[in-house]
């Protein structure tokens, strides 16, 4: 188990922020704190007095959709936090809690969070071939409110899709992969 202080903790005075753009960039220069979630992908984590923030990069051509399950003091139960070209949020041990078709009306109903989901590009083929283009991802960013999620430790757990591996293949990245062991950080 990890567990992580007020790491990159910024003086709003002093400190710039980062952007909610799928890019990490920004992360380094805030001093936020890195993880290593697979050989090809980082965690980067950053939080002031109101917000945590949590970016991963990804590998080239990959999507990163992802489904982040948070437990924390300001939750009754741990909540499923899902980005893909829709956001959504559900409680992590409902099976059925998550949306079951792309026009439910049950995605976009997220409370205390944002996240950049995965970019949508026009559409390709015709008639009923035709289908949605999305845009691969640098990275997968997340701001997540204090004030909803409370202070205290905060246990998170990741499921990455679409990523795309050094043969070429998609796959999934899952952190931690043992889950009685997620990652635990500090919200102060």
Known sequence: MALFS????????????????????EYADLGAQT???SQDMTLFVFQDQRYVWLCASLPPESFGAVDLVV????????????VSAQLGEWAAEDENG????AESDRWWRVSGWSAN??????????GDRRRAKFIPSE????????????????????????VKSPNGDFESVIFPEDAASPLIIEAE
């Open 71 to 82: 437990d924390s003091p300001g939750l009754d139960a741990p909540r499923n936090l899902h």
């Open 6 to 25: 007020c790491f990159g903790c910024a003086e709003q005075s002093d400190a710039g922020y980062p952007l909610l753009d799928g890019a990490c960039g």
């Open 98 to 101: 998550a949306p079951e078709t």
């Open 35 to 37: 993880v290593s979630l």
């Open 117 to 126: 989901p995965v970019r949508f590009n026009g559409y390709q083929g015709e």
């Open 139 to 162: 990275a997968r960013e997340f701001q997540l409110s204090k004030a909803h999620f409370g202070r205290g430790p905060w246990s998170l757990r990741f499921e990455f899709g679409l």
